[in-house]
Structure formats: C-alpha cells, structure tokens
C-alpha cells in the first residue's frame, strides 16, 4: 500500500535529518508521528518512528510525557487534540479554562502563559483535549510552534475588544507563515493546518464593529464571535471543531444485548464496518463475515458488509 506521506511529514522529516541536537531530533519526531498518515501501508514506518522516540528519550534520561526545562510536548488524550493558539492577551486561557476546569491563568496584562497546560472539554459524550499556549510574538519559544504543528487542529482566539486587532491578526499570521503553518484557507488544501478562528471577548460594546471592519478587510476568513462572560458562541464552537476534526463515534453492541453508549469507539470519518472491529480488537476484526447496523436515519438492525462506510453515532453490531 503506498503511504502517501503529506507535505507536512516530509517536512518534518528534511528537519529531522538536518537536527543537530537530540532535543530537535525528538520534537520532529513527535512531529512526524503525528502528521503520518494512520494507515495499515505506514504501520512499519509509525512503529519505527516510535521506536527512534523511545531511544532519543532514553538518551536524554526522559521518561514518556516528561518535560525538559526548555521544551515542551503534549501527549494526545480523548478524541482529538486542539491547540489554542493567539496574540498576547486574546483570551486564550480564559477559554481554556471555562472550557475545560483548568485551573485558571487568566489575567489582564500580556504574556501571562509561559507554559502550556492541557485540559478535556466535555462535548456530548466524549471530550476533547485543549491545550492553552503562550501568546504568538517575535519571542515566542519554539516549542510553541511544535505544539500546534503536533495538534489535530488549531483554535484561533482574535480579540474583538481589541482596537488594535487587524494589526494583531496580521502579526500572528506572519508568524504563523514564517514557522511553515498554513492556516490560509487559500491554501493547497494538503498543506492546510485545520483551523477555526473565534472572535473572543464578543460581549465587548464595540465587538460587532470590529467584527464588520474585520470582515471587510479579509473578506473569505470565517470568524465565530464567542464570548466565556455571556457563554455566546461556545456551544457553536464545540459543534464547529467536532466536526473540523473528522472524527466520528461509533457504538458496539453484542448480539441480544443493548448497545454500550457510555463509551463509543473513535473513528475517523469514512471508516469502516472492518475499522470499527479493528479497533475493538484484531481478532475481532479477523473473524468478521457482517455487521448489524442501526442508527436514527433508517437503518434498524440491517445486515452490512465489512467494508460498509459507518457515520456518526451508528450502533454496530459484529457477526462472525
Ligand atoms: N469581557 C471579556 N473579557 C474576557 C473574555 N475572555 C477573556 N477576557 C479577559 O481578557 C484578559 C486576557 O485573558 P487571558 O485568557 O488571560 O488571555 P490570554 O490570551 O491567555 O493571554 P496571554 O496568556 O497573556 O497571551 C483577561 O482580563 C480576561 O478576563 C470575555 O469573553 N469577555
Ligand atoms: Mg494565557
């Protein structure tokens, strides 16, 4: 199977091979794990790439998930990860933190978060790991910019209360650009960083008219005005980057008993009866002949096949 490596992992890679210290070698390692693409035709190159990590963290006497004093990595956790990303004092942390139970690190000056802190929003019936970065400036440490390269997806906090907000949107996108993120939705769409921008602070008397000038001078950039003081926008949000992530859940259930809605398994979108079974476990998926499926839009026990598409909240039921 060819492995179809994105222009994001090759890049990864022309770096690793130029990194001079085991410190580089490991954040673009990270990198390269997690912009492979997740298929049976890369699970040689994933296990090598894991194996290269676990011995670059041996070398530098690092345990799984530790952090050195001058760099920094989040490990995945739940169904997607979701780096915020923003200009100084955007509002970045107080929606973390409203989102998430964080402990907060809010305050009213700039460059108020050094590091990053991760936490889960709950959306519906799973949870969605946010993790809050330092602000985006000329300073900003490198390993800001290889927590976003390593997340499923970016979310962009631009101040509405902000008079100064198209110079501060300008600024981060430039180093955005310089740091080789593509966040333009212009962009060739297999360069493209996955990327929802919110309006924060949208209960700001004057927020509706940055916002119109804000539109006017874009044109094509979608912003979602949100606000952690009225709640405006947040649910909407959780909504938007659900489905940014191309993530879908799926419910097992055992034949004669109810499905297990407690805990559905995590798909990507277009996956299959035969991926769902996989996931559960390979014997399971080994011994497959069809599936029963059922969901709210007409199927009601129906036979499928193994490489049948599942959507979003279908309840399957294997059959060996
Ligand atoms: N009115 C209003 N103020 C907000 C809102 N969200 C954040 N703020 C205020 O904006 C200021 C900055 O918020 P932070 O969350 O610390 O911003 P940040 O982007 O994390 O800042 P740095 O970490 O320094 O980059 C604080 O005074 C917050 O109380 C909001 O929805 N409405
Ligand atoms: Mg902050």
Redesign the pocket.
């Known amino acids: 199977m060819p492995a179809n490596l994105s222009p994001e992992y090759k890049e990864a890679e022309t770096r690793y091979r130029a990194a001079k210290t085991a410190e580089e070698r490991l954040a673009c390692l990270e990198e390269m794990l997690s912009t492979i693409p997740k298929h049976k035709g890369t699970e040689k190159m994933q296990a090598d790439i894991k194996t290269r990590i676990a011995k670059v963290r041996k070398s530098l006497g690092q345990k799984k998930g530790a952090k050195r004093a001058d760099w920094f990595h989040v490990d995945k956790q739940g169904a997607g990860q979701v780096a915020v990303l ?1 200009a ?8 973390v933190a409203h989102l998430t139970g964080l402990p907060a ?4 000056y ?4 050094t590091m990053p802190a991760a936490g889960m929003m709950p959306y519906q019936d799973i949870q969605i790991q946010l993790v ?1 970065t ?2 985006l400036a000329r300073e900003t440490p490198p390993w800001v910019f290889h927590i976003l390269r390593t997340s499923d997806m970016l979310l962009w ?1 631009i101040d509405l ?1 902000d008079d100064a907000l198209l110079e501060a949107l300008e600024e981060t996108s430039g180093l955005l650009d310089k740091a080789r993120i593509m966040t333009d939705p212009g962009e060739d769409p297999a360069r493209l960083k996955k990327t929802l921008r919110v309006g ?2 949208c ?2 008397p004057q927020a509706a008219d940055r916002l119109a000038i804000l539109k006017e001078m874009e044109g094509e950039l979608e912003i979602l005005p949100v ?3 009225t709640g405006q926008g947040l649910e909407e949000m959780k909504l938007r980057l659900f489905q940014a992530l191309g993530i879908i859940r799926v419910y097992t259930k055992k034949p004669g008993k109810p499905a297990d809605m407690d805990d559905p398994v995590i798909l990507r979108a277009g996956a299959t009866v035969i991926d769902a079974a996989f996931h559960l476990h390979k014997d399971i998926a080994a011994r497959l002949c069809f599936a029963r499926l059922w969901n709210d839009h007409g199927c009601d026990g129906q036979r499928v096949e193994r490489a049948h598409v599942v959507e979003d909240q279908d309840i399957v039921e294997f059959h060996s």
């Open positions: 923003g100084p004092n955007s509002g970045k942390s107080a929606l690190q809010v305050t009213a700039p460059f108020a978060t809050d330092p602000p906090t209360s924060t602070k209960d700001d606000s952690v003081q």
